[in-house]
């Protein structure tokens, strides 16, 4: 079984991942971070190229849509937290598949307004590729993909959202 997290960049994805992991709760999963899983698999090179202009950006998503793919199609249970981009490609079938087979697909729901002001006070690298109306409308977007997700998460509240994550783990069938 894979429990996928999806949620905007800077939603705090990242930091429930760690609390999961401290947790002690997830510990028969392999725990991923799908941007340090493409991190650690890359060389410095290929890092330092991504994000530069719009076409590095594309190739960061293919390789990232490569990098899902092959977790998924490994005999482990895991649980994924995606980066913010990951389902950019994906469409509302392929999300609908994703949730049909042995994945639990979350939605770590956070308002994409304070996500997006995360951001460009973090400067993540999208902020240094698209114009601050590109940036809104690419959230509103990805926003509007992340609702299509059936199960969600609070981020606002870690210790419920692992509750949801232990009852789904308990019973993946009726989730």
């Known amino acids: 079984m894979h429990i996928l997290i999806a949620g905007q960049s800077c ?22 971070d799908l941007d340090e899983h493409l ?9 330092s190229s991504f994000f530069v202009d ?3 950006l594309k190739a960061f998503r293919h390789m990232e849509l490569s990098a899902l793919s092959q977790l998924l ?15 950019d490609n994906y469409s509302v079938g392929d999300i609908k598949n994703l949730e ?8 770590f729901k956070e308002d994409p307004s304070l996500c997006l002001e995360r951001a460009i006070q973090h ?4 902020t240094k590729v698209l114009e601050m109306s590109e940036l809104k409308t ?13 199960r969600t998460l609070p981020a606002d509240n870690f210790q ?3 509750k949801i994550l232990q009852e789904f783990m308990a019973n993946p069938c009726q989730n």
């Not at 049909?100 to 939605?107: A, D, I, T």
């Not at 400067?123 to 999208?126: A, N, T, Y």
């Not at 959230?139 to 997700?149: A, S, V, Y």
């Open 11 to 32: 939603s705090g994805k990242s930091t429930f991942l760690k609390f999961c992991h401290q947790s002690g709760l997830f510990d028969s999963l392999s725990i991923i």
């Open 39 to 47: 991190k650690k698999n890359f060389t410095p090179s290929e890092n």
């Open 54 to 56: 719009r076409n590095s």
């Open 73 to 87: 199609q490994k005999e482990i249970n895991s649980l994924v937290v995606l980066g913010g981009g990951t389902l």
């Open 100 to 107: 049909m087979k042995n994945v639990g697909l979350f939605h």
């Open 123 to 126: 400067d993540r690298p999208l």
């Open 138 to 150: 690419l959230f509103e977007q990805r926003q509007k993909k992340m609702d299509l997700i059936s």
């Open 160 to 162: 419920t959202s692992l």
